[in-house]
């Protein structure tokens, strides 16, 4: 059967990465978190104390970064790896996260992720998630869905994530974070969140896990057929 790309936009916590995941187990295709290379990258940044004001210093550091997706055994997931080193738990923590949207805004920064998405992308079968996916690396894509949930349920949601590994977080701060990268994101000049025209819109605030998988598998058969002939 023909593979094809499909693209998972949307704002923080609406849980396109658990959608992609599904779907890329369900098909055999690869899923690549596009927001874990920013959060990689972030991580870069703060570690080595990058001024990222400072342009010479960002293009500096990103000669500097080598990132790599890792089949991990264990978990069936694949791990980020930045400079050979398994940084997966460290990019999901707060540090990064209250970064992560500064960084991303950075047109070097975006050039450089891009360019390595796009070239995962190149044999299809991919899933990928992310905020400018289906507008700007893979704007031809067969299917591209755009996510967005309930605010509330988005923050409930992440803070259970997060509180499970960490129980001094405060629903407070989970809220702020999320408000603040929705607001950088869809407002930064370099390739902003949204929709992109020919994207499907999925709003899970009041589906199941599995109705929502349902609902997303007919639109890749449909998206499948009307690209075979
Ligand atoms: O999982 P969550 O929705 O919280 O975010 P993520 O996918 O891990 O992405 C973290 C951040 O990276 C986002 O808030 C964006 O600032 C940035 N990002 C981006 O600019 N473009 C992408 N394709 C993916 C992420």
Partial sequence: MKKIIITIDGYSSCGKSTLAKQLAAKLNYLYIDSGAMYRAITLYFIQQRVD?????????????IHLEFVHNQLTGQS???????NVEPMIREMVVAEKVSEVAAIKE???????????????RGIVMDGRDIGT???PYAELKIFMTADPGIRVQ???????????NITL???KENLELRDYIDSNR?????????????LDNSNLTMDEQLDLVSQWVEDAIMSHSS
């Fill in 109 to 123: 920064v975006r050039n450089f992720a891009v360019a390595q998405q796009q070239k995962m992308g190149a044999g």
């Fill in 172 to 174: 407070h701060e989970v």
């Fill in 52 to 64: 990222w004001a400072d342009i010479f210093q960002v293009k500096t550091a990103l000669d500097n």
């Fill in 136 to 138: 700007v690396v893979f």
């Fill in 189 to 201: 000049e370099a390739s902003p969140l949204r929709k992109a025209d020919d994207a499907i819109i």
């Fill in 157 to 167: 949601r992440r803070f259970k994530e997060l509180y499970a590994k960490n129980p």
């Fill in 79 to 85: 791990d980020m790896f930045l400079n050979e080193e």
